[in-house]
């Protein structure tokens, strides 16, 4: 396969095609051309494969296969097109069979914000690639993003549960979700308390329309390895512990952990997903946000 400075070299866009020739999927020609203009005249390509590629020595050092651990693209406040640049510089990368995918067998991208989630969802209507809300959902939104996201990581209490799961059921849709865990026991972060997780757990298997996948965590912003390591050790134990006390088994899979600064941590520490926004797309454009 092309090594993303090959195809740029030789005028190739990320998916293999020339810039002069017709476009082969679903974005268009001007679109797929523009796209990989911009991509060129950044370092998105070079930062993708970077991403690509520590994700690969992180699980070789875990002694894990690559396919247990599921990159998630974080693409708040960047842009459609840029989803569109970044799948596509994946895609070279890797089969999809490589790159556990969403549940619908697509790439997803996180989003933190409603409001981007819907902007982005009609920008992105036709390509084959979905989206995750990882933020927290106000009760007063769940209406708004019901339906649009494909995932969502950041349950946190029954009485959202319950809330999301009417509208879901209204829909006559259902979604995936895991529960969010305070694991460093800071009060400005979201997430139910360590203490209180088994507990909302037991009663998710109430909910008809929530397809419970399993548990995710922000860990502690700190420059020391441990306190964050311990973070991510406290949500694999959580998980351990929710098996064996029969609360979850294995349909509840995911452990939902690791940013762009200790993803490589999270690998080491169970992480079945990881949630990698400026490593790949460069400094955030806050503009763009909500």
Not at 9 to 24: H, K, V, Y
Not at 110 to 132: F, M, P, Y
Not at 255 to 268: N, P, R, T, V
């Amino acid at each position: 396969m092309a090594m993303i400075e090959d195809s740029a070299a030789s005028g190739e866009t990320p998916g293999g095609l020339r810039a002069d020739e017709p476009a082969r999927t679903a974005a268009g020609a001007d679109e797929v051309r523009q796209l990989w203009r911009g991509a060129v005249g950044t370092d998105l390509p070079s930062r993708v494969r970077d991403v690509w590629d520590r994700v690969g020595r992180a699980c070789a050092a875990a002694g894990r296969p690559r396919s247990s651990v599921r990159l998630l693209p974080v693409s708040k406040t960047h842009s459609a097109a840029s989803i569109l640049a970044v799948d596509r510089v994946l895609d070279t990368l890797a089969t999809r069979e490589e790159v556990p995918a969403g549940p619908a067998g697509r790439r997803l991208f996180g989003e933190n914000h409603v409001q981007e989630i819907v902007a982005k969802s009609a920008q992105l209507a036709g390509h084959d690639v979905g989206l995750a809300l990882i933020g927290h959902l106000q009760s007063n939104k769940v209406n708004a993003v019901a339906g649009l996201v494909e995932e969502f990581q950041a349950l946190d209490s029954l009485k959202l549960a319950a809330k999301l799961d009417r509208r879901l059921s209204a829909l006559g849709v259902s979604l995936r979700v895991l529960v969010e865990v305070n694991t460093s026991g800071e009060q400005a972060k979201h997430g139910v308390p360590m203490a209180e997780a088994t507990a909302l757990c037991r009663r998710l298997g109430d909910f008809d329309c929530l397809e419970v996948a399993g548990l995710m965590t922000v860990a502690v912003n700190s420059p020391d390895r441990h306190a964050v390591a311990a973070c991510f050790d406290r949500l694999a134990g959580l998980q351990t512990q929710l098996r064996d006390d029969a609360v979850l088994d294995s349909s509840w899979p995911e452990l939902s952990m690791g940013m762009s600064g200790d993803f490589e941590l999270a690998i080491a520490h169970g992480a079945t997903t990881v949630r990698v926004g400026t490593a790949l797309f460069g400094p955030r454009d806050y503009g763009q946000g909500d």
